[in-house]
């Protein structure tokens, strides 16, 4: 099957790692999509406040090292980083801060971790040099989701299964809705779209959890669909209703790869929105 020849680990061939100002930067497709600013805003960071970075590394063979693990990297059992980078390869982001304390004396380190370009990155950087800001967004990230899974509980005489319902269960089927399958092993590079039946299932496990938040993104699949009654294969992040290609376009196919529609596509509406009206009573 062809898809078996090309599903590959594609990071291999599209990024590179540099070490700018506190932060490790990973650049990935960096000869397409560049605006004015001479960034195609994919850029990831991952950098530190509270200290001066005194080495990185942005190569996790480098810094995991030959024949170990993540268990056991070369880099924490030597004590040091060796400053290299990555070139179409795999990224890592690893930093070092030589820091002494005195007795009693402590120390606060943030580590910060995002998808913004360089200019924008050190501005957030900044931002949290604030005293206190790590810990009121932390509070504010806590009681979104004490909040939200609330929601639906289910109380058994087992704890383990009560959390793996009340917690894991429910954050994970928000984490698969809003990545819509794209944080996976085949498209660990960039995808550049919504999957219209992965999004359209991934609707179906937070119904309960936020009505208002699937019935959104029920609005938006439908607006995915072409007269014909199939959906777009793919639906782009930034997709404008109605002033899209289709696959029977070849501009579509060459976007996207995507050469025709698939049957069950808009099929999986039928079942996701049955299950919104039973969860929400909207009609």
Not at 37 to 49: I, L, P, Y
Not at 246 to 261: A, L, N
Request: with cysteine.
């Amino acid at each position: 099957y062809e898809q078996d020849q090309v599903n590959l680990q594609y990071t291999l061939f599209i990024t590179r790692t540099s070490f700018e100002g506190n932060k490790i930067l990973q650049h990935i497709n960096e000869n397409s999509g560049r605006d004015e600013t001479g960034s195609n805003h994919r850029e990831r960071f991952f950098g530190m406040v509270g200290a001066d970075v005194t080495a990185a590394c942005g190569n996790p063979d480098s810094f995991i090292g030959s024949y170990r693990t993540y268990s056991n990297p070369e880099a924490v059992e030597k004590g040091r980083l060796d400053g290299s980078m990555n070139y179409n390869s795999n990224s890592c982001g690893a930093l070092q801060s030589d820091i002494t304390l005195e007795p009693g004396q402590t120390a606060e380190l943030i580590y910060i971790l995002g998808q913004k370009d360089n200019r924008e990155a050190s501005a957030i950087l900044e931002e949290y040099k604030e005293k206190g800001r790590a810990d009121r967004e932390i509070a504010e990230l806590k009681s979104y989701w004490h909040s939200t899974l609330n929601r639906f509980q289910v109380e058994t005489p087992s704890e383990e299964f009560n959390n793996m319902i009340n917690v894991w269960n429910a954050f994970q089927c928000f984490i698969t809705f809003i990545w819509s399958r794209a944080a996976s092993f085949v498209y660990c590079g960039l995808r550049n779209g919504y999957g219209y039946r992965d999004t359209v299932q991934d609707i179906q496990g937070i119904i309960h959890l936020d009505p208002e938040t699937a019935a959104d993104k029920i609005r938006f699949m439908l607006s995915a669909q072409v007269d014909n009654g199939g959906g777009l294969p793919l639906v782009k992040f930034n997709h404008n209703a109605g002033h899209e290609n289709t696959p029977d376009d070849p501009e579509y196919v060459k976007e996207t790869g995507h050469p025709s529609y698939r049957a069950d596509d808009a099929l999986w509406l039928f079942p996701t929105i049955v299950k919104y009206i039973g969860e929400s009573g909207n009609k």
